[in-house]
Protein backbone atom coordinates (compact mmCIF):
# COMPACT_ATOMS: atom_id res chain seq x y z
CA UNK A 1 0.00 0.00 0.00
CA UNK A 2 1.54 3.10 -0.71
CA UNK A 3 1.06 6.00 1.83
CA UNK A 4 0.00 9.36 0.48
CA UNK A 5 1.82 12.54 2.15
CA UNK A 6 0.69 15.96 2.62
CA UNK A 7 2.92 18.70 0.67
CA UNK A 8 5.35 20.24 3.38
CA UNK A 9 3.05 23.51 2.90
CA UNK A 10 -0.28 21.81 3.60
CA UNK A 11 -0.82 23.00 7.68
CA UNK A 12 -2.16 20.97 10.52
CA UNK A 13 -5.17 22.94 10.68
CA UNK A 14 -6.88 23.35 7.27
CA UNK A 15 -9.61 21.38 6.66
CA UNK A 16 -9.39 20.33 3.40
CA UNK A 17 -7.85 17.61 1.28
CA UNK A 18 -4.50 18.10 -0.03
CA UNK A 19 -4.40 18.12 -3.67
CA UNK A 20 -2.22 15.46 -3.44
CA UNK A 21 -4.69 12.93 -1.75
CA UNK A 22 -6.39 13.31 -5.15
CA UNK A 23 -3.93 12.51 -7.95
CA UNK A 24 -3.03 9.12 -6.40
CA UNK A 25 -5.63 6.17 -6.84
CA UNK A 26 -5.73 5.67 -2.75
CA UNK A 27 -6.67 9.14 -2.39
CA UNK A 28 -9.36 9.09 -5.20
CA UNK A 29 -10.78 6.08 -3.37
CA UNK A 30 -11.29 7.65 -0.14
CA UNK A 31 -12.53 10.90 -1.71
CA UNK A 32 -15.15 9.12 -3.61
CA UNK A 33 -16.07 6.66 -0.73
CA UNK A 34 -16.73 9.67 1.48
CA UNK A 35 -19.28 10.76 -0.91
CA UNK A 36 -22.25 9.40 1.01
CA UNK A 37 -24.74 10.36 -1.93
CA UNK A 38 -22.34 8.47 -4.46
CA UNK A 39 -21.97 5.28 -2.33
CA UNK A 40 -26.25 5.37 -1.88
CA UNK A 41 -26.62 5.54 -5.38
CA UNK A 42 -24.25 2.61 -6.16
CA UNK A 43 -26.23 0.56 -3.15
CA UNK A 44 -28.95 1.31 -5.10
CA UNK A 45 -27.65 0.17 -8.50
CA UNK A 46 -26.46 -3.05 -7.30
CA UNK A 47 -30.13 -4.59 -7.57
CA UNK A 48 -30.51 -3.77 -10.93
CA UNK A 49 -31.11 -0.84 -13.67
CA UNK A 50 -32.84 2.19 -12.11
CA UNK A 51 -34.55 5.45 -13.61
CA UNK A 52 -33.81 8.57 -12.78
CA UNK A 53 -37.39 9.03 -10.84
CA UNK A 54 -36.70 5.86 -9.20
CA UNK A 55 -33.07 6.75 -8.18
CA UNK A 56 -34.43 10.12 -6.74
CA UNK A 57 -37.15 8.13 -4.77
CA UNK A 58 -35.06 5.38 -2.95
CA UNK A 59 -31.97 7.80 -2.41
CA UNK A 60 -34.34 9.66 1.00
CA UNK A 61 -33.52 13.62 0.79
CA UNK A 62 -31.34 13.79 -2.79
CA UNK A 63 -32.24 17.00 -4.70
CA UNK A 64 -32.82 16.25 -8.55
CA UNK A 65 -29.63 18.72 -8.99
CA UNK A 66 -27.33 15.96 -6.31
CA UNK A 67 -28.46 13.19 -8.35
CA UNK A 68 -27.71 14.38 -11.48
CA UNK A 69 -24.57 15.48 -10.76
CA UNK A 70 -23.38 12.56 -8.61
CA UNK A 71 -24.98 10.12 -11.97
CA UNK A 72 -22.48 12.60 -14.11
CA UNK A 73 -19.59 12.11 -12.02
CA UNK A 74 -20.01 8.07 -12.00
CA UNK A 75 -20.56 8.04 -15.84
CA UNK A 76 -17.30 9.78 -16.59
CA UNK A 77 -15.79 7.55 -14.45
CA UNK A 78 -17.26 4.86 -15.93
CA UNK A 79 -19.03 3.01 -12.92
CA UNK A 80 -22.63 3.95 -14.01
CA UNK A 81 -23.69 3.44 -17.85
CA UNK A 82 -26.80 5.75 -18.89
CA UNK A 83 -28.82 4.09 -21.51
CA UNK A 84 -31.29 6.19 -23.68
CA UNK A 85 -34.08 4.70 -25.29
CA UNK A 86 -35.35 5.88 -28.44
CA UNK A 87 -39.16 6.13 -27.32
CA UNK A 88 -42.27 8.66 -26.51
CA UNK A 89 -42.14 9.90 -23.87
CA UNK A 90 -38.04 9.17 -23.86
CA UNK A 91 -36.74 6.66 -21.05
CA UNK A 92 -33.24 7.06 -19.77
CA UNK A 93 -31.86 4.06 -17.51
CA UNK A 94 -28.73 3.84 -15.43
CA UNK A 95 -26.87 0.57 -14.34
CA UNK A 96 -23.81 -0.36 -13.32
CA UNK A 97 -20.89 -1.31 -15.21
CA UNK A 98 -18.34 -4.06 -14.17
CA UNK A 99 -15.95 -1.19 -12.60
CA UNK A 100 -19.07 -0.07 -10.52
CA UNK A 101 -20.25 -3.74 -9.53
CA UNK A 102 -16.70 -4.08 -7.96
CA UNK A 103 -17.51 -1.43 -5.47
CA UNK A 104 -20.05 -3.50 -4.27
CA UNK A 105 -17.63 -5.53 -2.56
CA UNK A 106 -16.19 -2.55 -0.52
CA UNK A 107 -19.83 -1.68 0.33
CA UNK A 108 -20.18 -4.90 1.54
CA UNK A 109 -16.49 -4.62 3.81
CA UNK A 110 -18.39 -1.41 5.39
CA UNK A 111 -21.53 -2.91 6.16
CA UNK A 112 -19.05 -5.76 7.65
CA UNK A 113 -17.15 -3.79 9.84
CA UNK A 114 -20.07 -1.34 10.93
CA UNK A 115 -21.99 -4.14 11.99
CA UNK A 116 -18.84 -5.81 13.55
CA UNK A 117 -17.41 -2.49 15.27
CA UNK A 118 -20.24 -0.13 15.43
CA UNK A 119 -23.90 -1.44 16.17
CA UNK A 120 -23.05 -0.67 19.67
CA UNK A 121 -22.15 2.61 19.62
CA UNK A 122 -24.71 5.34 19.92
CA UNK A 123 -24.47 7.92 16.64
CA UNK A 124 -23.21 11.17 17.63
CA UNK A 125 -25.91 13.84 18.83
CA UNK A 126 -24.90 16.92 16.79
CA UNK A 127 -27.09 19.05 19.39
CA UNK A 128 -25.15 18.04 22.25
CA UNK A 129 -22.29 20.29 21.59
CA UNK A 130 -24.30 23.40 20.55
CA UNK A 131 -25.07 24.25 24.42
CA UNK A 132 -21.41 24.38 24.98
Not at 14 to 24: F, G, I, K, R, V
Not at 34 to 52: A, H, Q
Not at 78 to 86: K, L, Q, S
Given at each position: ????????????????????????????????????????????????P????????????????????????????????????????????????E????????????????Q?????????????????
Amino acid sequence: MEIVQLPPSAEAESTEPATTCTTQPLGRAIHMLGDGWILLIVMNLLSGPKRFGELRGAVDHISSKTLSQRLKVLEDIEFVERRAFAEIPPRVEYRLTEKGRALGGVIDSIEQFAQRYLSETPPPCPDEDAGA
